[in-house]
């Protein structure tokens, strides 16, 4: 089993910053793509930003110069460092993972249960 544990959501005032975590954890034999999502209320989930397993980035035009994912790939974690913090970014944000956990097996997609950020004007 694989499971993705998030951490780091909170309420936050306007300006401020917060550094989301995700471990992922279980039987795995190698991590591809690992990424951050969030849902609003009322919207569909949408990409923040993604980082390759050899280091390269791409970011949703709205978080671009505020936001910066990395990743250690010795504790299989993946980070979101969130500055600027504005009140539209109040969402649900989930951590994404693709995942092989045999070297027999094909890689898949595994979600974090979500943690919620909450930025107040």
């Known amino acids: 089993q694989v499971q993705l544990v998030e951490s780091g959501g909170t309420l936050v005032q306007a300006g401020g910053s917060l550094r989301l975590s995700c471990a992922a954890i279980?039987?795995?034999?190698?991590?591809?793509?690992m990424g951050w999502y969030s849902q609003a209320p009322g919207k569909q989930r949408e990409l923040v930003a993604v980082i390759s397993s050899g280091g390269s980035t791409t970011y949703a035009d709205s978080v671009k110069g505020r936001f910066a994912i990395s990743r250690d790939n010795g504790k299989n974690t993946v980070y979101l460092q969130m500055n600027s913090l504005k009140p539209e970014d109040t969402a649900v944000y989930y951590c994404?993972?693709?995942?092989?956990?045999?070297?027999?097996?094909?890689?898949?997609?595994?979600w974090g249960q979500g943690t919620q950020v909450t930025v107040s004007s």
């Open positions: 994404n993972a693709n995942i092989k956990r045999l070297p027999a097996l094909a890689s898949r997609d595994y």
């Open positions: 279980g039987s795995i034999f190698s991590i591809n793509a």
